[in-house]
């Protein structure tokens, strides 16, 4: 069997259970968004303070991947919500079967949001569905505006973007409005959030993105009843 055969496999059966994982999310109304970036643009602290915003009662819980090390879980269990690290040991991605199997013994039935933290990368990842109902790229101002142009499918593929570390864009030669350009011009119409973690700048626009899919989580369910 010739490689292209092999990968194109491999692609179908993670579909398969990534398809089967989406109906397990829609069925309980969970909203499941898989974060993407490359590595150091902010996921994890992202998503400790949006952990950190969230009442103590949430029902969320947190997927995070990495090659090697328990570091990002660590972090995010301070919040007190379930968080699995996920270490893929050499493999730049996670794929939907580390999913289903990190999620084995958690009670689908007591969550209302599934966070996935992927292995940072802007290529890997925007190959394999993991269910989720949308993908979030992260882009951070020291990256540069041109990597929409450069890492297309991961923009064209994400629901959102979140340009990270605004804060920064004093100290750094960064052009904001020509990187929301170069996404929307691989993704018309993408929506956008300007973000800064460390000052909390631009939060209160992305747990509004995350409330709005929420909802619509919800009624989608409410509507299948
Ligand atoms: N100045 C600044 N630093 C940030 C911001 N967000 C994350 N960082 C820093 O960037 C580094 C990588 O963040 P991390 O959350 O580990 O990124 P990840 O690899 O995408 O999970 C850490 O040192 C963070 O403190 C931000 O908005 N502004
Ligand atoms: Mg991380």
């Known amino acids: 069997m010739s490689r292209v055969e092999v990968e194109k496999k491999v692609l179908n059966e993670n579909q398969i259970l ?52 328990e570091n990002d879980a660590n972090r995010l269990k301070r919040a007190g919500f379930p968080v699995k690290q996920i270490t893929t040991g050499g493999t730049c991605h996670l794929d939907a079967r580390m999913i289903d199997k990190h999620l084995a013994d958690w009670r689908l039935e007591d969550l209302d949001l599934l966070f996935i933290e992927n292995v940072g ?29 450069k890492y297309p499918s991961i923009f064209f593929k994400s629901e959102l973007m979140v340009l990270n570390k605004v804060d920064l864009l004093p100290y750094v030669p960064f052009d904001a409005a ?48």
Do not use: F
Not at 36 to 62: F, N, Q
């Open 121 to 149: 990368n802007l290529v890997c990842p925007s190959s394999y569905d993991l269910g989720e109902a949308a993908k979030v790229v992260l882009l951070s101002v020291t990256e540069g505006e041109d990597k929409p142009l």
């Open 18 to 69: 990534a398809e089967q994982l989406r109906e397990r999310y829609r069925q309980r109304g969970i909203l499941c968004v898989n974060l993407i970036s490359a590595p150091g643009s902010g996921k994890t602290l992202l998503l400790e303070k949006t952990l950190e915003r969230m009442d103590k009662g949430a029902r969320v819980a947190v997927l995070t991947g990495d090659l090697q090390t």
């Open 178 to 225: 020509a990187a929301e350009e170069n996404a929307r011009k691989v993704h018309p119409g993408m929506e956008i959030v300007r973000v800064s973690c460390t000052t909390r700048e631009g939060l209160g626009e992305w747990l509004a993105w995350l409330e709005k899919r929420q909802k619509a989580t919800r009624e989608a369910r409410a509507a299948t009843r």
